[in-house]
């Protein structure tokens, strides 16, 4: 590649300093060997380098420090094990163990619970709790750690999230009893939390829709609806005052102690919507603590559980679940079905990937049936903040055919798409779903 030198700037003025003249070498990199991003030429092979791993060592030369090298060594224990340290560091992309048969390993966390421990806590050191957290998941996937995390010592060390409550979920009837307290504990440490952020917005959002569930022609000034008031009374408009005369109002009427909502949540328990199951768990506890709502909470694989006396504890809700096995969504609304009283007072929410393992057309007429008795239907493709899963689009094509749009559901977007669905109002579907 032929490289030009600026030669337009003024000369230096005589006895100064010369300034090195910029040099495009067609990279972005100047003659000192900075790029675009005030990245030197040895900061940029020390990244790569961790990038790569120990088999890009000649290609990236980099005299590591003790802390890369700690957290070099870190990072090869999870991404190079098995792959006998060729083709660089693989990360989440990584293909398993071991290739060309050679059975040799560049490093490794080995299967002993010591091991993993010190390795959690030197990623605890060297990385954000956001990477910790994905690097965890990696190492219970990629290297099949998820028996170990049946030993207490290990679940105290291990950085706390939903995915880690989802795992626990689906391996709690395999623990020992030994493990199970230590287990819990940490389930209920993050479902608590997650608690906290979750619960106020959701009993103001949808405490707000309940206010508002009934008309009245009496409303206090405050619930007053001003839209429907004046669609009401454009036959007492007169115009050489360019107003019109309110006779009627129109306006919501304040909740009363009765219940004014039923509430059905029907859950897939397959294995893809463990994240899922976990918010849905959670919003259940928040949901059973409005007395306005009457809220129902069925799980279900090829085998319903209706968990509605438990949903106080969505502990005991999540501990209650069988994640993992087939799908009969079908059987599930039938079940959910024989459970409404008053349809136009009842708000079903099915939160599935819509493969189903039962009789297609008739879990279409079930939805159909509800939706024309007055049940506001809600499907969601997942209820986390992993995005959609892979779904059967043909499925979620024919409930969206039937006015009930199939969409992933963030935890921070579900108190408005019940408000909605409460109020009788356009779901509010994302741009993106």
């Given at each position: 590649m032929t490289t030009t030198a600026d030669t337009s700037s003024a000369a230096p003025e005589p006895g100064a300093e010369p300034r090195p003249q910029a040099v495009d070498t067609g990279s972005g990199i100047d003659a000192a060997g900075i790029d675009a991003a005030g990245i030197d030429e040895a900061e940029r092979m020390r990244r790569w380098r961790l990038v790569l791993g120990g088999a890009a060592a000649e290609q990236c030369p980099s005299n590591l420090s003790r802390a890369d090298a700690a957290m070099d060594a870190a990072l090869a224990a999870l991404y190079e094990a098995g792959e006998g340290g060729a083709g660089g560091r693989r990360g989440r992309r990584g293909g398993s163990g071991d290739p060309d048969g050679s059975g040799e390993r560049s490093a490794s966390l080995?299967?002993?619970?010591?091991?993993?421990?010190?390795?959690?806590?030197?990623?605890?050191?060297?990385?954000?709790?956001?990477?910790?957290?994905?690097?965890?998941?990696?190492?219970?996937?990629?290297?099949?750690?998820?028996?170990l995390l049946l030993e207490p010592e290990m679940l105290q060390a291990v950085e706390p999230d939903v995915n880690l409550v989802a795992t626990l979920v689906s391996l709690h009837r395999a623990m020992p009893e030994t493990t199970r307290t230590t287990a819990r504990q940490v389930v209920d440490g993050?479902?608590?939390?997650?608690?906290?952020?979750l619960a106020d917005h959701t009993r103001s959002v949808i405490g707000g829709?309940?206010?508002?569930?009934?008309?009245?022609?009496?409303?206090?000034?405050?619930?007053i609806d001003w839209n429907r008031t004046i669609l009401a009374n454009l036959k007492n408009y007169l115009p050489e005052y360019?107003?019109?005369?309110?006779?009627?109002?129109?306006?919501?009427?304040?909740?009363?102690?009765?219940?004014?909502?039923?509430?059905?949540?029907?859950?897939?328990?397959?294995?893809?919507?463990?994240?899922?199951?976990?918010?849905?768990?959670?919003f259940g506890a928040v949901l059973a603590s409005m007395k306005a709502v009457s809220t129902r909470l069925v799980v279900f694989d090829t085998s319903i559980v209706d968990l509605t006396d438990q949903i106080d504890d969505p502990v005991d809700v999540?501990?209650?679940?069988r994640l993992g096995g087939g799908t009969d969504i079908n059987r599930a609304l039938a079940y959910c079905q024989s459970k409404i009283?008053?349809?136009?007072?009842?708000?079903?929410?099915?939160?599935?990937?819509?493969?189903?393992?039962?009789?297609?057309n008739e879990m279409l007429r079930r939805v159909a049936e509800m939706k024309a008795a007055g049940v506001q239907f809600v499907a969601l493709l997942a209820l986390s903040d992993s995005g959609a899963p892979a779904y059967d689009r043909q499925h979620a094509a024919a409930l969206a055919a039937l006015g009930a749009p199939a969409f992933a559901c963030t935890p921070d977007l579900f108190p408005d798409v019940m408000?909605?669905?409460?109020?009788?109002?356009p779901i509010p579907v994302p741009e993106t779903a």
């Open positions: 080995s299967g002993s619970a010591p091991a993993v421990v010190r390795w959690l806590g030197d990623i605890r050191e060297y990385f954000p709790s956001s990477v910790v957290r994905m690097m965890q998941q990696d190492a219970i996937e990629r290297l099949r750690l998820d028996q993050v479902v608590k939390q997650l608690e906290r952020r829709a309940l206010d508002r569930s009934a008309r009245t022609s009496r409303p206090r000034h405050a619930d360019g107003t019109v005369v309110p006779e009627r109002l129109v306006g919501y009427a304040r909740a009363q102690r009765s219940t004014k909502k039923d509430i059905i949540l029907c859950i897939d328990q397959s294995g893809s919507m463990a994240e899922s199951v976990v918010y849905s768990a959670i999540l501990f209650g679940t009283t008053r349809p136009a007072d009842t708000v079903v929410v099915l939160i599935s990937d819509l493969y189903e393992g039962g009789i297609r408000a909605a669905a409460i109020d009788k109002r």
